[in-house]
């Protein structure tokens, strides 16, 4: 008994300190600032595209990728983050590259609740901010639809087909009325319940290799169209 009062006590000090640790950094600052500063300046003529999101970017590099070699692509996504942490950090982890365009795929855990309670106008507030920066440093910006999400294996019943409809309908507008380039991986990928193909994810909310294999010429396609743009 007395060994797992040892135990316990120590898992739980444990647990403190990486809470402790999260909250010192809640946007999760450090996670890339060695890459960061190991990145050379583009070169001229070179297109550096930033991929800002949460683990839907993140994981791509891991499933597929392929996709993102001999390109000068820049994944920095993190898993689990909210738009107020991609904000905080959107100077450190997209300005500061110097990139030609960055693609903003975002929203999808504000809406599970991640970070706390989020109505749509503070998920999308911290939205057209990060493009307000990225227009106010020259950077081209594709704005990405949230993908479709029948529920959250992590958080079930939470019911968000419908917000991020929702969403994604202000996100269109926005894009037209500011002339930018929107993104729409929704309409590819949903199926009849709002949700994600199951040919798509394994998990109904983030892609496996089919899905990114069909988010990539989308994104390919989108980005041109961005660096096309006056």
């Known amino acids: 008994m007395?060994?797992?009062?040892?135990?316990?006590?120590?898992?739980?000090l444990n647990f403190f300190m990486t809470q402790k640790l999260k909250a010192q950094?809640?946007?999760?600052?450090n996670k890339y600032q060695k890459e960061n500063?190991?990145?050379s300046?583009?070169?001229?003529?070179?297109?550096?595209v930033v991929f800002m999101g949460d683990s839907i970017t993140e994981f791509w590099s891991t499933v597929d990728g392929t996709y993102f070699q001999g390109k000068p692509y820049v994944n920095r996504g993190i898993s689990g983050q909210t738009t107020p942490q991609m904000l905080i950090r959107f100077r450190a982890d997209v300005i500061d590259l110097k990139p030609s365009?960055?693609?903003?795929?975002?929203?999808?855990n504000d809406i599970a609740g991640n970070t706390g309670p989020a109505t749509l106008?503070?998920?999308?507030?911290n939205i057209f901010s990060m493009v307000e920066l990225a227009k106010a440093h020259n950077i081209k910006v594709v704005l990405c639809?949230?993908?479709?999400a029948f529920d959250f294996p992590w958080k079930p019943n939470q019911q968000p087909a419908d917000k991020i409809t929702a969403l994604n309908e202000i996100l269109i507008n926005y894009t037209d009325t500011n002339n930018l380039v929107y993104l729409d991986y929704y309409a590819t990928m949903v199926d009849e319940r709002k949700g994600l193909q199951a040919e798509y994810s394994e998990d109904g909310v983030h892609p496996n290799k089919r899905g990114y294999q069909v988010m990539e010429p989308l994104a390919d396609n989108a980005i041109a169209l961005a660096l096309s743009m006056k």
């Open 2 to 12: 007395k060994n797992f009062n040892s135990l316990f006590a120590i898992l739980l």
């Open 37 to 39: 500063l190991a990145l």
């Open 145 to 148: 639809s949230v993908l479709p």
């Open 121 to 125: 106008n503070m998920i999308t507030n």
């Open 101 to 108: 365009v960055v693609v903003i795929l975002a929203g999808i």
């Open 41 to 48: 300046t583009p070169t001229v003529g070179q297109n550096r």
């Open 25 to 29: 950094d809640w946007p999760n600052l």
